[in-house]
C-alpha cells in the first residue's frame, strides 16, 4: 500500500489572482467584499468602486428584477448555476455574464464565477434575427406563389384557349394571324405581371440592407472588443495589413458578423496546444477588392466536405457548442451583396477564406 500524502497548505491567492475568469465574493447585504483583478478589468471599475456600490446597481436594469428573484435563493442557501444577466461596464458597454454561485450561510457570503458570454449572445442574437429574415423572405415566397398561381391562372387560360382556336383547320391567313398578335399581347402582359411581382419581392426583400463605406479596422476593432476575454483566453495573435484597401461599400452589420463568425470560429476550431494565428489582409488588384482570412487551426479535408461547407447546419469537428450556422451566414452576407467566398483548406494546416466583393 503506497503512503498516505500528507496534506500541503495551499495558497489560493495566487489562483484568484491569475484566474482569466471573473472571480468574486460577495456579502449577503449586496456589496462585493473580494473581486480579482479579471474581474476588474472586464467591468473596467476600480476596486473601491465595485465595493462601495451595491451590485445591484451595476445590473442592467431591465435584468435587475429577475437577478434580485435568484438571489434570494442564494440567501435561502440554494447554489445559483447557468444564471446569466447583464452588467453595465464604467465604459457603459453592456455584458453578458454567465454565473456560478455558491452561497455559505454562516459566513454571510457567496463565492461566484463569472464568465463573459456576450460573444456568444451576439451570435445567438443574428442567428435569430437571420432566421426570422429567412422567414420573413420564404413567406414573401409562399405569398408571391399564392398571388400568381391565382392571379395568372385567367392569362393562362386565355393563352391556352387562343392556341387551340390556332389549331383549327377551318381559320384562314388573317384569322390566324390575329389570333397569333393576341397570344403575343397574352404573353407580353403575362411577363410584365411576372416582372412587377418580382421586382416587389426583390423592393421588400432589400429595403433594409443599408450599403455604406465600411472600414475594416474599425469593425475589427470594435469585434475584438466584444470577444476581448474569449480572444485573450486563446492567446490567439492577429496579423492584420488593410492597408491596400482600408475600406469597402458593404454592410456594417454584416461585415461585423463575418469578422465575428470567422474570428470566433478560428479561435474555437484551433489545433490542440497551438495559439491562434489570424491573418488578415484586403487587396485591390484591376478594380476588383477582395479580403482574405487565414488561420493555423484543425482546418478540413476539401475533397471530402468543402462543397458543405457554407451549408446550413453543417458541423466537421464535433464540437458542443458547434451550431453549424456561422460559415452559413458569411456566406449569405457575402453573397447576398452581390459578392463571392472561395475557401481552401488542408486538415490540420489551417483554412483561408478568400471574399470577394461586388465592384
Not at 500541503?8 to 456579502?27: R, T
Not at 493555423?296 to 475533397?303: E, Q, Y
Amino acid at each position: 500500500m503506497p503512503e498516505a500524502v500528507a496534506p500541503v497548505n495551499i495558497q489560493l491567492d495566487p489562483f484568484f489572482d491569475l484566474s482569466m475568469d471573473s472571480l468574486c465574493v460577495a456579502g449577503f447585504d449586496g456589496y462585493f467584499r473580494k473581486v480579482n483583478p479579471a474581474f476588474v478589468k472586464l467591468l473596467g471599475y476600480s476596486e473601491e468602486e465595485l465595493f462601495s456600490t451595491l451590485i445591484s446597481d451595476f445590473i442592467y436594469e431591465e435584468d435587475r428584477e429577475i437577478t434580485a428573484s435568484h438571489r434570494e435563493s442564494l440567501l435561502k442557501s440554494k447554489p445559483l448555476v447557468n444564471f446569466e444577466n447583464r452588467y453595465i461596464c464604467k465604459s457603459g458597454e453592456l455584458i453578458w455574464l454567465h454565473w456560478t454561485s455558491i452561497p455559505i450561510p454562516d459566513e454571510q457570503l457567496v463565492y461566484a464565477i463569472a464568465k463573459n458570454v456576450t460573444h456568444k449572445k451576439n451570435l445567438e442574437s443574428e442567428r435569430v434575427s437571420h432566421v426570422a429574415h429567412l422567414s420573413q423572405i420564404n413567406q414573401k415566397l409562399k405569398q408571391l406563389n399564392y398571388t400568381t398561381s391565382h392571379d395568372l391562372r385567367s392569362p393562362v387560360n386565355n393563352l391556352l384557349y387562343l392556341v387551340d382556336i390556332l389549331g383549327l383547320e377551318e381559320n384562314n391567313k388573317e384569322e390566324t394571324a390575329k389570333i397569333l398578335d393576341y397570344i403575343k399581347l397574352s404573353a407580353e402582359g403575362l411577363k410584365t405581371t411576372l416582372d412587377s411581382y418580382v421586382d416587389a419581392l426583390k423592393e421588400n426583400e432589400e429595403v433594409s440592407i443599408r450599403i455604406e463605406e465600411v472600414c475594416f479596422d474599425q469593425v475589427f476593432q470594435k469585434v475584438k472588443s466584444s470577444i476581448s476575454s474569449l480572444i485573450e483566453d486563446s492567446k490567439a495573435k492577429f496579423f492584420l495589413d488593410f492597408s491596400a484597401l482600408e475600406s469597402v461599400r458593404f454592410n456594417t452589420s454584416y461585415m461585423e458578423s463575418i469578422f465575428l463568425n470567422l474570428i470566433t470560429n478560428s479561435i474555437k476550431y484551433a489545433k490542440p496546444h497551438v495559439f491562434p494565428e489570424i491573418r488578415i489582409t484586403t487587396n485591390q488588384v484591376n478594380g476588383e477588392s477582395s479580403f482574405v482570412f487565414t488561420d493555423n487551426g484543425l482546418g478540413f479535408d476539401m475533397d471530402k466536405v468543402g462543397h458543405l461547407v457554407f451549408n446550413l447546419n453543417q458541423r466537421f469537428h464535433g464540437t458542443k457548442d458547434s451550431k453549424g450556422v456561422g460559415l452559413y451566414l458569411v456566406h449569405s452576407h457575402i453573397t447576398s451583396l452581390g459578392g463571392t467566398i472561395n475557401v481552401d483548406s488542408e486538415v490540420n494546416k489551417g483554412s483561408t477564406f478568400t471574399i470577394k466583393f461586388k465592384s
